[in-house]
């Protein structure tokens, strides 16, 4: 069973910076998909940014050039910097594993974090 366990997130006024992580507990985890979510009341969760185990990247448009998704596969760990916050980045944010399908599959997801933006 894979635990992700996340850190980071609070309370920031726009135009500040977060910094979030999330370690997995997974010898898997160099060759698995990372990515970062956020749910905003009365909204579906969405993608954010996401890392392959190869390290290419993509973004949400809405966050481009602000935030950066990194990992280092030596901690089983992935980030998310997220600078030039603004209110419309309040969420809880979740981080996701994504098993290669040669290794099963399958989806595992952190227990969430509350990221709050104020003006």
């Known amino acids: 069973q894979v635990q992700l366990v996340e850190s980071g997130g609070g309370w920031v006024q726009a135009g500040g910076s977060l910094r979030l992580s999330c370690a997995a507990s997974t010898s898997i985890f160099s060759i698995s998909a990372m990515g970062w979510y956020r749910q905003a009341p009365g909204e579906q969760r969405a993608l954010v940014a996401r890392?392959?185990?190869?390290?290419?990247?993509n973004y949400a448009d809405s966050v481009k050039g602000r935030f950066t998704i990194s990992r280092d596969n030596a901690k089983n760990t992935v980030y998310l910097q997220m600078n030039s916050l603004n209110v419309e980045d309040t969420a809880v944010y979740y981080c996701?594993?994504?098993?290669?399908?040669?290794w099963g599959g399958g989806n595992y997801w952190s227990q969430g974090t509350q990221v709050t933006v104020s003006s």
């Open positions: 996701n594993l994504a098993v290669p399908l040669s």
């Open positions: 890392i392959t185990g190869g390290g290419s990247t």
